[in-house]
């Protein structure tokens, strides 16, 4: 008697088993069953996002730029797949292309607190260091005791020739946080220049 052939695995399958395979740490196949669904069922937004995904916890950065750019494409108000884009490419030191990809996202959801950091962020990178100073000034106003935002106020402040600013920033971000390093080392160095310039 011959053997019924096997049906073909479906895209749910594939998404499932690739969901089984990340969550026990197996990522090699996870993106194997991922390559497999776009294959299947290349209009599929969330296969492609789900593969960028698992490309960039494998630090595949370029097939991950590629899947969620993919995505990106098939579903333009997919605000995850611009968000993690811009990450990706981030990584890659791709900042302008990078900053794209998040004003996409922020075409989405504007006043998104982390996609507005992300840019101002992304802006000191750039050494655009006004435009970054704007997007953090109003996002210190809605969380001002946040040190990361008070540090990298305080950046943008001391690279435009603010050092008093700059010195205030920093020192406001040791009363929330009093050991955070990154204040404690941009205050040394604006210390040191003091002392040179006496």
């Known amino acids: 008697m011959a053997e019924t052939p096997a049906s073909a695995p479906t895209l749910d399958h594939l998404m499932s088993a690739a969901d089984q395979a990340f969550t026990s740490g197996d990522l090699n196949e996870a993106r194997c069953k991922l390559n497999d669904a776009v294959r299947l069922a290349p209009g599929s937004a969330a296969a492609h996002l789900a593969l960028g995904l698992v490309c960039h916890r494998l630090e595949d950065?370029?097939?991950?730029?590629?899947?969620?750019s993919c995505a990106t494409e098939i579903d333009q108000q997919n605000i995850n797949a611009h968000t993690n884009l811009a990450i990706v490419l981030q990584r890659m030191g791709q900042?302008?292309?990078?900053?794209?990809?998040?004003?996409?996202?922020?075409?989405?959801n504007k006043d998104n607190p982390d996609l507005?950091?992300?840019?101002?962020?992304?802006?000191?990178?750039?050494?655009?260091?006004?435009?970054?100073?704007?997007?953090?000034?109003?996002?210190?106003?809605?969380?001002?005791?946040?040190?990361?935002?008070?540090?990298?106020?305080?950046k943008c402040f001391y690279h435009e020739g603010d050092t008093d600013t700059a010195r205030s920033c920093f020192e406001w971000a040791l009363q929330s946080e009093p050991g955070h390093e990154l204040a404690w080392q941009n205050l040394e160095?604006?210390?040191?220049?003091?002392?040179?310039?006496a």
Do not use: N, Y
């Not at 210190?140 to 990298?152: C, E, K, N, Y």
């Open 61 to 68: 950065f370029p097939s991950a730029r590629d899947a969620f």
């Open 95 to 108: 900042t302008a292309q990078a900053e794209t990809a998040l004003q996409a996202a922020l075409t989405l």
């Open 116 to 154: 507005q950091q992300m840019l101002a962020m992304l802006k000191i990178e750039r050494r655009q260091f006004v435009a970054a100073a704007h997007i953090l000034h109003k996002l210190v106003l809605q969380r001002p005791r946040d040190p990361v935002l008070l540090v990298a106020l305080g």
């Open 189 to 197: 160095i604006l210390k040191r220049q003091s002392l040179a310039a």
